[in-house]
């Protein structure tokens, strides 16, 4: 079990980070979009 949790540890914090990065991407391309619309 211990050697499932060292595998685990990183990948979680892999797809945490990964989350994020998706996250900040989506919201800078969502202000880029309402800045579209208000120029309309």
Known sequence: M???L???APL???LS???V???KL???SNT???RIN???
């Open 38 to 40: 208000q120029h309309r």
């Open 12 to 14: 979680l914090l892999a």
């Open 26 to 28: 989506l919201a800078r």
């Open 32 to 34: 880029q979009i309402h």
């Open 6 to 8: 060292v595998v685990l």
């Open 21 to 23: 990065v998706l996250r």
């Open 2 to 4: 211990k050697k499932i």
């Open 17 to 19: 980070a990964l989350v």
